[in-house]
Nanobody
């Protein structure tokens, strides 16, 4: 079991940057693959980024490649999502998720945070 709490969301202008954080439960945190998903109103939850337990391997959704960077600090039991060159279409609730292996599908992750709102204005 792992508990996840996201933070860092807010309102930002297009072209700006924002860093999201996801704090984990601590014990065995480094054994979990961590991912970020997002969901805009009326749309399906979308894969954003994933990082392996060690932080060695990462992958990104096509819509955010080159703009977002996922990282983790296992000593702090925290995963981050650095978002640069934000666009209005990035507006969504962003969720942190944990699972046993890397995957791009929601069902691969058993544990989820409560979400944090990111709003990008024009």
């Amino acid at each position: 079991q792992v508990q996840l709490v996201e933070s860092g969301g807010g309102l930002v202008q297009a072209g700006g940057s924002l860093r999201l954080s996801c704090a984990g439960s601590g014990r065995t945190f480094s054994s979990y693959v961590m991912a970020w998903f997002r969901q805009a109103p009326g749309k399906e939850r979308e894969f954003v980024a994933v990082i392996s337990g060690s932080g060695t391997n990462t992958d990104y959704g096509d819509s955010v490649k080159g703009r977002f960077t996922i990282s983790r600090d296992n000593a702090k039991d925290t995963v981050y999502l650095q978002m640069n060159f934000l666009k209005p279409e990035d507006t969504a609730v962003y969720y942190c998720a944990a699972g046993p292996r890397m995957g791009l599908i929601r069902s691969a992750y058993a544990y989820w945070g409560q979400g944090t709102q990111v709003t990008v204005s024009s």
